[in-house]
């Protein structure tokens, strides 16, 4: 397990010789050791095709290689930080929440439409998130940010969960997604509280939600 917690926006992790850690770039806030930190070129694990996937759809977060020998503190932004333990399965997470991952897990990018088919697309629209994400896959740790916290609520088959598409944050496991509108007649004179839409996850994972609607 390469990630610990130091406090709610600052993790350290333990670097190995022979193993990488891929961090966004500007995230280090000390190190000590013998460790190396070089602009990546290769886009990660999953090579240069990953790269110029993540380029064409807009995902391609400028990342550092982290290698070497010792400890390196990650933060950025004074945002807080989250981690997610992978045992196999895929993490779908907007690129710019990223700020360090173990360096055996295989980058990707999703198509949004591919989940939700059309909704799917509106939904990059109304988040702003676009409309791809990266997908991270594998057995290794990743450390994500967001706004206020996060916390995990668990996807069961029959019982979907809704979430603000603002304060979603990444999701795993079998999921569907597809955007809904609650607009009821408060909302369409501008006095009501309740949000115009949701985003429906179905199947069986886990969403990870943070405690703002800001975008990073």
Do not use: C
Request: proline share 3%; net charge neutral; no cysteine.
């Amino acid at each position: 397990m390469p990630f610990r917690e130091i406090n709610s926006r600052m993790v350290e992790a333990a670097v190995f010789p022979g193993q990488r850690i891929f961090s966004q770039r500007g995230a280090m806030l000390a190190y000590k050791g013998e460790v190396s930190f070089t602009p990546n070129t290769q886009g990660g694990q999953g090579g240069l095709a990953s790269m110029i996937g993540r380029r064409v759809a807009g995902e391609a977060t400028p990342l550092m290689t982290v290698e070497g020998s010792g400890t390196v503190l990650f933060g950025h932004g004074g945002h807080h930080v989250h981690i997610v333990h992978l045992g196999g399965d895929t993490l779908y997470v907007e690129a710019d929440r990223l700020l360090a991952f173990d360096g055996t897990l295989e980058q990707g990018t999703m198509f949004l439409g591919s989940q939700g088919g059309v909704m799917g697309m509106v939904r990059g629209q109304v988040t702003g998130q676009g409309l791809f994400t990266t997908t991270l896959r594998g057995s290794g740790a990743v450390a994500v940010m967001a706004h206020g916290g996060v916390v995990e609520l668990p996807i069961t088959p029959g019982r979907s969960i809704h979430v603000d598409p603002q304060a979603y944050v990444a999701h795993r496991g079998d999921v569907q997604n597809k955007l809904t509108t609650a607009l009821g007649w408060r909302d369409m004179v501008g006095r009501g509280s309740g949000e115009a839409f949701q985003l429906e996850l179905s199947g069986s994972g886990t969403v990870y939600v943070q405690a703002s609607e800001e975008k990073l």
